[in-house]
T-cell receptor, first 114, second 113 residues
Framework: DVKVTQSSRYLVKRTGEKVFLECVQD?????MFWYRQDPGLGLRLIYF???????EKGDIPEGYSVSREKKERFSLILESASTNQTSMYLC?????????????FGSGTRLTVV | DAKTTQPTSMDCAEGRAANLPCNHS???????VYWYRQIHSQGPQYIIH???NNETNEMASLIITEDRKSSTLILPHATLRDTAVYYC??????????????FGTGTLLAVQP
């Protein structure tokens, strides 16, 4: 019963390419998040969205943009991929209606930029 | 920055209780303590959360000191599948998306056979 689905598990892209990472949740959650995870740095928040067409910058938004045209889908866009964007990308969702106000994470997309 | 301090790594024998400590000396009165874990190559998974009372669910127990400056996550009978990085996070319960989860580097728990 997968609830947060990331479109790709592994992805290899070339420097300068435009990259789309897709995330879909089936829990009718209002909030969605994109994190990246690097060894020794933990999880860092890139962008989040609390409603359709709404977005807020996280701690490391540079080089990224996002799109949320539908409630269930939150896309992370690398406008021009660079090697320092090689990382594990994690999508999460949450809802104020949940009794624990926690996040549900996807399994992650490991992106390699060559 | 993360508002918690955890040991970098711990070992535990299979079948024994695993006690994972967390310091959060600057926690405010309305902030909750959350625990997540991340098994290798997977996304983090919610375990438990609490405010000031001890909490227990099917996965673990959470013991919060009376002054709330520290807590301990207890896995009562650790199995090899509990090997993971465990994150202790403090946050407000309410606030919607602006109330973000901020992850530190966590504790790598290695359960030994």
């Amino acid at each position: 019963d997968v609830k947060v689905t990331q479109s790709s598990r592994y992805l290899v892209k070339r420097t300068g390419e435009k990259v789309f990472l897709e995330c879909v949740q089936d829990m009718d959650h209002e909030n969605m998040f994109w994190y990246r995870q690097d060894p020794g740095l933990g999880l860092r928040l890139i962008y989040f969205s609390y409603d359709v067409k709404m977005k807020e910058k996280g701690d490391i938004p540079e080089g990224y943009s996002v799109s949320r045209e539908k409630k269930e889908r939150f896309s992370l866009i690398l406008e021009s991929a660079s090697t320092n964007q090689t990382s594990m990308y994690l999508c999460a969702s949450s809802s104020i209606r949940d009794n624990y106000y926690g996040y549900t994470f996807g399994s992650g997309t490991r992106l390699t930029v060559v | 920055d993360a508002k918690t301090t955890q040991p970098t790594s711990m070992d535990c024998a299979e079948g024994r209780a695993a006690n994972l400590p967390c310091n959060h000396s600057t926690i405010s009165g309305n902030e909750y303590v959350y625990w997540y874990r991340q098994i290798h190559s997977q996304g983090p998974q919610y375990i438990i959360h609490g405010l000031k009372n001890n909490e227990t669910n099917e996965m673990a127990s959470l013991i919060i000191t009376e002054d709330r400056k520290s807590s301990t996550l207890i896995l009562p009978h650790a199995t090899l599948r509990d090997t993971a990085v465990y994150y202790c996070i403090v946050r407000l319960l309410y606030g919607g998306a602006t109330n973000k989860l901020i992850f530190g580097t966590g504790t790598l728990l290695a359960v030994q056979p």
